[in-house]
Every structure is written in structure tokens, then in C-alpha cells.
């Protein structure tokens, strides 16, 4: 059995996808179990032995803060939290964001600054290791005291309460604790506040948004590389020199990949009649290369943002110290995902507009792709697809961080809507594979109708794609056809093609 151990030390967004994608086990460092039980002493001898009150420890929540809760009920105000908090509603979050929710939950509470229990940790960590996932529901969080809502979802199973998804089955919380033998965990003064506040309902979904924009980008370079032989494309903007001289790190990277790609291509020896190419072409480095720049920045923050500690209050035990702040604010990570679903936008669109130019019947091609056109409709359609996404996604871009809506009767004045940003960003992410399926669609059968070959690696492109969806010769249900684009585009491994 592998373990991956969690010792508080910095994790990037690389690691952090290992550690989801290799199904290891979690276990905690001797380090990170003393950081977790000296800051729970220092709590329990401050709040045993000072008449000070501590928000959310021995107050009220929100605009109850000044109301002071007696030393015998600081166990059941926290349970009360969790309880009163889970108002999630909407559709149910997908397991594969449950599960990061569940691992920066660990990663964060396991860093000493939350007063927790030990055990509330380790049952963390049993369910993850598991695979007992709560059910979570995506409405419900204003991104700034914490994600609230849906981080009372993922911990109710703690307390025996609430759905979790367990052998393919979604069962009652306590089935699951039936099951292991295991009891409810009786909270102590400030681990349901510590379980609730934080920004993991955010992270998780930025996590993988940004991991998926690294994916769609490179392999956006890959099939725009297939759209510009098959339309005959110009190599010329894709020159070093030219590109080196705009001084912009992910344009120069942009026309390096595509013009490795289009080595050894015979379309490229093929006499162009035509001086330039439309912008979808020509400007692939500027475009894509604007949205890796933005894709890197974000990345920047959310990797900060997964290694936080974003509960409030802190404890500081060396310090002696409990501070009541706002690190649970969720504006850095909704500004940063305003910004990442834009350049993940731009992307669909751009590629959209190439598969405009493919179906155009220009450059030698057949109109729609298709030998018969007229009598076949052929690619007509798709287009329109791609279009209607293009047009959702650019709706979806509307910033939730600009929207505020004062809450708590005035104490929280100010919220991120991070969550709402988060879930657009999804929803664009998303889209993205189903408008580069329909992209490389169009590619491979427009490359079909050249005589000539493509490079080697787009070649081998071409035909790992056509062992999965077949060449178009007359007009065919084209529905399964593009889901089997999506599901090849999905599981693409640019590994596999030496890049």
C-alpha cells in the first residue's frame, strides 16, 4: 500500500493532481500530528482558564458575535453550526471535486493554526482513503466567510448526518459509520468553525480548472496545428524571430509548439496562392499565447491558495496568540478565476472560428466537408454547435467578483462570490473539450480530403484518431460521433506523441 504523508511541507499544483490522480493513501507526518495536538492544547488551556471571549469559540456566528456562549455548550454551538450551515442546494458537486475538497480540507486543517482535533483529521483521512465522499451541493456559498454551505456538506457525515457516496451507492451518513464501525465525532469548541471556513469549495474547483487549462492548451496548439495544414496554412507566423520580438513568454512558446508540430509537414512545401491567413490562424500565437500567460498567473495564486490556512480564528500557540481576520475571503481566487475562465474562453473561440474557415469550401476543400455537398449537409451543423457553446461561454464570463451582496445582517458586508465563479468556470472548462472535439473533428476530415501528408506527429494524430471516429463519407448521426471527439480528446496524452 502507498502512502502519500502529509507533513506541511509546500505542495504544487503538479503534486497535488499526483496525489488525486494515483489514488495513494493519505497519512499524516509525526510533525504534522504534533503541529495538530499542540495548537488543541493551547486552545483548550486558553479557553479553560480566561473569561476572554473568541469569535466562533465561545460567540456567536456572524452578526451574533457578541453573544457569548456558556463553557458547557461550546461543543453543541459547534454542531449546531455544521447543522444550520448545510443550506446547500442546486446539483450535486461531481466526486472528482469532492474529493480535492476533502484532500485540502486535510492538507489545511493539518497545518496547526486550526485548533482541531486529531481524531477530526484522521476521520478526514479515513473517508478519503476510503473513498467515502459526502454528498455536496454547488449553491449555496458567497466565497467570503468561507465556503460555508458546502464545506457544512462535506463534514456532516462526521457527526453521523447527511449523504455520502460509498461503494456506488449513495447511502445515509450513518450507514457509512455502521459499515467500518466507527461513531460520531463529537466536536469541540471551534472544530466545526474550522471545518466551515475556509476556501477548499473554491480551491478545489480552481485546482482543477487550472490543470485542465494546461491540458486544453497544449492540446489546443495540437489540433490547431492539424486545422492549419488542412487549410493549407502559412508557416511564416509561427517564425521565431517574429515572435521573439513581441517580448510575450507564452506567444513565443505558442509558435515554437505549433511550428515543432508542422515539422517535416508536406503541406508546408505545397505553393501558397494566398499572402495571409485569417486571424484564427495567423494569430494562434498571440491568442493561445495571451491565455498561457493568464492560465501561469492563476496557476500562481491558487497554488498559494491550496497551501493556505484560510479558517478564522487562528491559533498561533507559540505566539499565544488567537486572531479573528478574514482569511477565508475568497477575492484572490474569484478575481483569478474571472480571469482564467476568460482565457479559457478565448481559446474555444478562436478555435470555433477555425472550424468556420475548415467548413467554408475554400483552400481546395469541399463545402461542409463533405464530397456531395448539397445532397449531404455534412459538417454544417457541428459549426453550429461549437457556436452556441462559444456564445455560452462568453456569457459565463460575466465576473462574479464585481457582484457583492451584503449578508449577515451587515457583518459580512463584502463577498467574493468566488463560488459562483468557480462553478462557471467549470461549466467553460468544460464546454472547451466539446468545442476542441469538434475542432480536431473537422481537422482530421479535412486533412482527409489532401493528397499530401501532414508531419509525422500529426500523422500518427491523425491516425489514433480515426481507430475512434470514422471518416465522413456521406451524411452519418453525427451526435455519437462527437461524443466519441470528446471522450478522445479527454483522455489525450500529448506523452504519447513525444511532446
Not at 483548550?44 to 460567540?59: A, R
Not at 469550401?361 to 461549437?386: C, D
Amino acid at each position: 500500500m502507498e502512502y502519500y504523508e502529509i507533513n506541511n511541507e509546500y505542495i504544487s499544483l503538479t503534486e497535488l493532481d499526483e496525489i488525486i490522480n494515483s489514488r495513494v493513501f493519505l497519512r499524516l507526518s509525526d510533525k504534522a500530528k504534533e503541529s495538530i495536538k499542540k495548537c488543541r492544547a493551547y486552545l483548550d488551556e486558553e479557553i479553560g482558564q480566561s473569561d476572554k471571549t473568541y469569535y466562533g469559540i465561545n460567540t456567536g456566528f456572524g452578526s451574533l458575535c457578541n453573544t457569548v456562549i456558556s463553557k458547557e455548550n461550546l461543543g453543541a454551538l459547534q454542531k449546531n453550526l455544521v447543522l444550520s450551515h448545510a443550506c446547500g442546494t442546486g446539483e450535486e458537486v461531481p466526486k472528482r471535486i469532492i474529493k480535492r475538497m476533502l484532500l485540502l480540507k486535510i492538507i489545511a486543517l493539518s497545518k496547526g493554526y486550526s485548533g482541531v482535533q486529531l481524531d477530526t483529521v484522521e476521520r478526514l483521512i479515513f473517508m478519503y482513503n476510503e473513498n467515502i465522499l459526502p454528498v455536496v451541493y454547488r449553491q449555496g456559498s458567497l466565497g467570503a466567510s468561507g465556503d460555508l454551505a458546502p464545506l457544512a456538506h462535506l463534514s456532516l457525515p462526521l457527526l453521523g448526518e447527511g449523504q455520502v457516496h460509498m461503494l456506488g451507492a449513495k447511502v445515509h451518513a450513518l450507514d457509512f459509520l455502521k459499515k467500518y464501525d466507527l461513531k460520531p465525532l463529537e466536536l469541540r469548541s471551534k472544530e466545526g468553525l474550522a471545518l466551515l471556513n475556509g476556501t477548499q469549495f473554491m480551491s478545489a474547483y480552481a485546482s482543477y480548472s487550472v490543470s485542465q487549462a494546461k491540458k486544453l492548451w497544449k492540446q489546443f496548439n495540437f489540433i490547431a496545428s492539424l486545422s492549419l495544414d488542412a487549410y493549407l496554412g502559412r508557416i511564416e507566423p509561427f517564425s521565431e524571430n517574429v515572435n521573439k520580438i513581441r517580448k510575450q513568454k507564452g506567444q513565443i512558446e505558442a509558435a515554437r509548439e505549433i511550428k515543432n508540430y508542422l515539422r517535416g509537414s508536406e503541406l508546408q512545401q505545397v505553393d501558397k496562392e494566398h499572402v495571409q491567413d485569417p486571424y484564427s490562424f495567423r494569430c494562434i500565437p498571440q491568442v493561445h499565447g495571451a491565455s498561457k500567460d493568464a492560465i501561469d498567473y492563476c496557476e500562481t495564486i491558487v497554488e498559494n491558495e491550496i497551501n493556505a490556512v484560510t479558517d478564522n480564528p487562528t491559533v498561533f500557540p507559540d505566539e499565544k496568540q488567537i486572531v479573528s481576520a478574514g482569511n477565508f475571503h475568497g477575492q484572490p481566487l474569484a478575481l483569478a478565476m474571472d480571469f482564467l475562465a476568460i482565457s479559457v474562453a478565448e481559446l474555444g473561440s478562436i478555435s470555433e472560428r477555425r472550424i468556420f474557415k475548415l467548413i467554408s469550401g475554400t483552400r481546395a476543400l469541399p463545402a461542409f466537408l463533405v464530397a456531395k455537398p448539397g445532397l449531404n449537409s455534412g459538417f454544417m451543423i457541428p459549426q453550429y454547435t461549437a457556436a452556441s457553446i462559444v456564445s455560452q461561454n462568453k456569457q459565463l464570463c460575466t465576473p462574479s467578483s464585481i457582484d457583492s451582496i451584503d449578508s449577515s445582517n451587515g457583518q459580512e458586508d463584502h463577498v467574493s462570490m468566488g463560488a459562483n465563479a468557480a462553478i462557471k468556470l467549470y461549466q467553460i472548462v468544460t464546454n472547451c473539450y466539446t468545442i476542441q472535439a469538434i475542432e480536431l473533428m473537422n481537422a482530421t476530415q479535412a486533412i482527409d480530403f489532401r493528397k499530401e501528408k501532414t508531419s509525422p506527429v500529426l500523422e500518427k494524430l491523425r491516425k489514433d484518431y480515426r481507430d475512434f471516429v470514422p471518416f465522413v463519407n456521406e451524411d452519418v448521426y453525427l451526435h455519437p460521433n462527437i461524443n466519441k471527439s470528446i471522450q478522445f480528446v479527454r483522455s489525450m496524452k500529448l506523452e504519447d506523441y513525444g511532446k
